[in-house]
């Protein structure tokens, strides 16, 4: 699946309210919703200027909500999902932080999405992250999303 509108990822996003984040690890249940808004809290807190990165943290947990691919874990399908509407840098960091690479910024993002599963923090609301979102995809619709 590919996403073409910010509509469709805020759609997205809404639907992984009441889902639990997987693996949430033994005993613990986090809303995947609430995990996506903390973890971009925390970059946004952390990485002021670095909005990719803050949309990455974001959109990495859609992947199980989509359907499962041939090959593909949950990471590869929400990179493939969001590159076409958010461009590639974030596609690169969603798949990125699966794996334990030398990445700064996808260690970045490893640490946020770890530390959100505890933090308790107020995260805002997603309607906050809508403006962002829209101007990551105008920008990357007139670059046309290239590498």
Same mark, same amino acid.
Not at 5 to 13: A, K, Q
Not at 119 to 140: F, I, K, M, P, Y
């Given at each position: ?9 805020? !759609? ?7 889902? /639990?984040?997987?693996? /949430? ?6 809303? /995947?919703?609430?995990?996506?808004l903390r973890t971009a809290a925390l970059l946004r807190r952390r990485r ?14 859609? %992947? ?14 929400? /990179? ?12 690169r960091l969603v798949r990125a932080a699966a794996a334990d690479g030398p990445d700064e910024d996808a260690a970045a993002l490893r640490q946020a $999405? ?9 995260? %805002? ?12 995809? $105008? ?5 046309? $999303?290239? !590498?």
């Open positions: 699946m590919e996403l073409r509108s910010v509509e469709e990822l805020m !759609d997205l996003l809404y639907a992984c309210r009441g889902a /639990a984040l997987a693996p /949430a690890g033994p005993g613990r249940r986090v809303d /995947a919703h609430e995990h996506a002021p200027a670095d909005k990719e990165l803050q949309v990455a943290g974001l959109v990495q947990g859609i %992947g199980q909500l989509l359907g499962p691919g041939p090959g593909t874990g949950p990471a590869e399908r929400a /990179a493939d999902a969001v590159r076409p509407l958010l461009g590639a840098r974030v596609a $999405a770890e530390e959100a599963l505890t933090d308790g923090s107020d995260a %805002g609301v997603l309607e906050d992250w809508r403006t962002l979102l829209g101007l990551l995809a $105008a920008r990357d619709s007139r670059l046309g $999303a290239v !590498d």
